[in-house]
T-cell receptor
């Protein structure tokens, strides 16, 4: 398996533009997570899905952020309109809940480095 | 609020020395995991220790868990320059015997190993 795939790897955009980040989880994984990482705030969980259904989006900073998972192999994180303070590295991760219903390891993608000018 | 809090925030050692990082958490857990992040990369899982385990080894890694103190430690023995990275603990909170499905990550410890 190729692991978690994210695109683009780097994105530079201007304030006010729409940004769409993409993620392909590992095949067979039933959980998908979107994180944001900055020096100031560290690693923040934005939203996560179980079997394509959003479970907890309490980490989404504002209504400008939205995430979808139309099928088991694809998810998007959209920022509209983007602002300079959205500049960060955005990670997607996936995992498979174990037989006992206990969490197993998460596999992270390489991240998308977003710069909003 | 962060479930896991790592200590120290930064650690600088010489190659060959041992590195110890600590993690404290607040709620009941199913398991605790340690991850490593090289600069500019995604996090990589290192080791998982379940709540009914006290110690676990994997190569040069040794993890301990004390559920009574809600703390864990990661020991890297005979460190190498290539171990330079950030290390994060992450907890799987106990949701009545199962998992919420998510992990809560700490702020991380930055380890620098000088050759």
């Amino acid at each position: 398996d190729a692991g978690v795939i994210q695109s683009p790897r780097h994105e530079v955009t201007e304030m006010g533009q729409e940004v769409t980040l993409r993620c392909k989880p590992i095949s067979g994984h039933d959980y998908l997570f979107w994180y944001r990482q900055t020096m100031m705030r560290g690693l923040e969980l934005l939203i996560y899905f179980n079997n394509n259904v959003p479970i907890d989006d309490s980490g989404m900073p504002e209504d400008r952020f939205s995430a979808k998972m139309p099928n088991a192999s694809f998810s998007t994180l959209k920022i509209q309109p983007s602002e300079p303070r959205d500049s960060a590295v955005y990670f997607c991760a996936s995992s498979l809940l174990g037989v006992l219903g206990l969490n197993n390891e998460q596999f992270f993608g390489p991240g998308t480095r977003l710069t909003v000018l | 609020s962060q479930q896991g809090e790592e200590d120290p925030q930064a650690l600088s050692i010489q190659e060959g020395e041992n590195a110890t990082m600590n993690c404290s958490y607040k709620t009941s857990i199913n398991n605790l995991q340690w991850y490593r992040q090289n600069s500019g990369r995604g996090l990589v899982h290192l080791i998982l220790i379940r709540s009914n385990e006290r110690e676990k080894h994997s190569g040069r890694l040794r993890v301990t868990l004390d559920t009574s103190k809600k703390s864990s430690s990661l020991l890297i023995t005979a460190s190498r320059a290539a171990d330079t990275a950030s290390y994060f603990c992450a907890t799987d909170a106990n949701a009545g015997g199962t998992s919420y499905g998510k992990l809560t990550f700490g702020q991380g410890t930055i380890l620098t190993v000088h050759p």
